[in-house]
């Protein structure tokens, strides 16, 4: 902070706390960025009284830029991160498929290419299943994972289970039987039973990656796990 | 004229950016940080809802406490109902995974809480809909930790996190 005598202006302006020399000035720039330019009838502008903002044109643009930066980042931050999260958990989001207990119809290279499926979110937001969806829940015996099978029975309907401890299961109300493709390597619902809706996550409905798997996931029940009519009960 | 109709684009840009922001940020804090629930029923009492069908109360919904499924033994949570995946229904934790429950009205007298599991209970033993009824519900249905009432001013407290001894898990040596 020190006073400038290196202008008529300067001089003026001296009676102010901070001011920095400026290394170059035009004498009729009066665009109000100059310090306690009040009264100065239409170019009265901001007063921005801050000691860095004058003259030293390079320091004070650098610290301006800055302070614009990190004022976007925080609003893109606040704005973009929820925005986000409510289409990822809501709408629809994308999944790696590991293991081998929906082949062939996901994963059937094995360990050596991971399908990547499209998780449709929306399509189950009032948990609206059908028999035949490949459909991915939180697995009930580990509430951080979830696990992709294919719905094969719902509410009411008789299983013919396959390794379970009961031959049949009728499935309780509010729940659904699911199973992977792959019988035998697989955990689901002959390992652990029905599973409530409320465990229900998204509905698989197209493979993205690799290119060459492209498609649209179909819903098929095979017909040797049609549930038990209910009339042979 | 052009004033009139430069006002009203300006509104609708400033209500489209405020909708497309706020109902995002809105949803995402009530979904994943906090929100309010009126409850109803007498399951929980005399802890939630003592005054029956005159007053219920308004509890506060910590998700983010149990963002990591880590509840405790004593727990009021509430939790997606097992029969109806539309409703949530707030129930204490009695026991964790690996914990053996005496029963009260299931059909086996002992259980034991499979892996990932818990056992719920409401404190009003006999009028509640508890795992007493569906057995034990899996981790993954827990929605969020029911820590404050709210409402009505006469009853603002913090819920306390107590087991009832005699709900206490079977010592595991017992078996």
Avoid at chain 1, 98 to 109: C, D, I, R, V
Avoid at chain 2, 76 to 93: F, T
Avoid at chain 2, 115 to 123: A, F, I, K, S, T
Wanted: aromatic share 8%; net charge positive; proline share 7%.
């Amino acid at each position: 902070m020190r006073a400038c005598a290196c202008s008529s202006e300067a001089a003026r302006l001296s009676s102010q706390s901070v001011l920095l020399c400026p290394s170059v000035r035009e004498p009729e720039r009066t665009s109000g960025r100059d310090f306690g330019q009040i009264g100065r009838g239409y170019n009265i502008t901001t007063y921005p009284f801050s000691p860095k903002k004058s003259g030293r044109k390079g320091m004070a643009q650098s610290q301006g830029w800055l302070r614009r930066y990190f004022k976007a980042f925080c609003k893109g931050f606040f704005v973009a991160v929820p925005v986000a999260v409510t289409f990822l958990d809501r709408v629809a989001c994308v999944a790696r498929v590991e293991g081998a207990s929906m082949q062939p119809s996901l994963n059937p290279g094995g360990s050596q290419s991971s399908d990547v499926v499209l998780l449709n979110h929306w399509k189950v937001r009032n948990f609206e299943v059908h028999r035949g969806d490949i459909v991915s829940l939180v697995s009930p015996k580990n509430p951080e994972q979830k696990i992709i099978k294919r719905v094969i029975a719902l509410e009411g309907d008789i299983v013919k289970t396959i390794g379970h401890k009961n031959r049949l299961v009728k499935v309780p109300r509010g729940h659904m039987w699911v199973e992977g493709d792959h019988h035998g390597h697989s955990f689901d619902s002959n390992a652990f039973g029905p599973v409530s809706l409320g465990l229900l996550h998204a509905h698989a409905t197209h493979i993205l990656w690799p290119p060459e798997r492209w498609q649209r996931l179909k819903s098929v029940l095979p017909p040797e796990r049609f549930p038990v009519p209910t009339s042979e009960e | 004229m052009a004033q009139s109709q430069g006002w009203l684009r300006r509104y609708f840009k400033a209500f489209c950016k405020g909708f497309f922001v706020a109902v995002p940020v809105a949803v995402t804090f009530l979904d994943r940080v906090a929100c309010v629930a009126r409850v109803e029923g007498a399951s929980m009492q005399p802890s939630l809802n003592p005054g029956g069908s005159q007053s219920s109360d308004v509890v506060l919904l910590n998700h983010w406490k149990v963002r990591n499924f880590e509840v405790h033994r004593g727990d009021i949570v509430s939790l997606v109902s097992p029969k109806n995946p539309e409703q949530k229904i707030i129930k204490r934790v009695i026991a964790l995974e690996g914990d053996i429950v005496k029963t009260i009205g299931h059909k086996n007298r002992l259980v034991k809480v499979p892996r990932g599991h818990m056992w719920v209970e409401g404190d009003h033993h006999g009028h509640s809909f508890d795992s007493n009824a569906f057995g034990p519900v899996s981790l993954g249905l827990l929605h969020a930790h029911a820590t404050h009432i709210l409402w009505p001013p006469e009853r603002w407290q913090r819920l306390k996190s107590v087991l009832p001894p005699e709900r206490f898990p079977v010592p595991t040596s017992e078996e």
